[in-house]
């Protein structure tokens, strides 16, 4: 079992950047593929992008390709998400995910087995 804490979320003009972080517990991080999503004012979470167990493999939602990029560091049990460019529609709160398949890069939610609690990320305009 893991479990996730996200940080990293705020306020922020659009066109700046941020960065979130997901840290998670136990001794097992590099045994599960990573995801994050994002869930905006009344709208359904959606998937923001995902990374297999070594984070060599990613991929990304076309509405963040080239703009955010997906991260990890498995000897300090950490996912990131690098968000530059931010645009007001990225307005959400931001959630990072686990997965028990290493190498699955799934982008449902079912895909997913453990979840952080969220990070607010508000992009003004």
């Known amino acids: 079992q893991v479990q996730l804490v996200e940080s990293g979320g705020g306020l922020v003009q659009a066109g700046g950047s941020l960065r979130l972080s997901c840290a998670a517990s136990?001794?097992?991080?590099?045994?599960?593929?990573m995801g994050w999503f994002r869930q905006a004012p009344g709208k359904e979470r959606e998937f923001v992008a995902a990374?297999?167990?070594?984070?060599?493999?990613?991929f990304y939602a076309d509405s963040v390709k080239g703009r955010f990029t997906i991260s990890r560091d498995n000897a300090k049990n950490t996912a990131s998400l690098q968000m530059n460019s931010l645009k007001p529609d990225d307005t959400a709160v931001y959630y990072c995910?686990?997965?028990?398949?290493?190498?699955?890069?799934?982008?449902?939610?079912?895909?997913?087995?453990?979840w952080g609690q969220g990070t607010q990320v508000t992009v003004s305009s």
């Open positions: 995910a686990a997965s028990r398949l290493r190498f699955s890069m799934a982008i449902t939610e079912r895909g997913y087995d453990y």
């Open positions: 136990g001794r097992t991080f590099s045994s599960y593929a």
């Open positions: 990374m297999d167990w070594s984070g060599g493999s990613t």
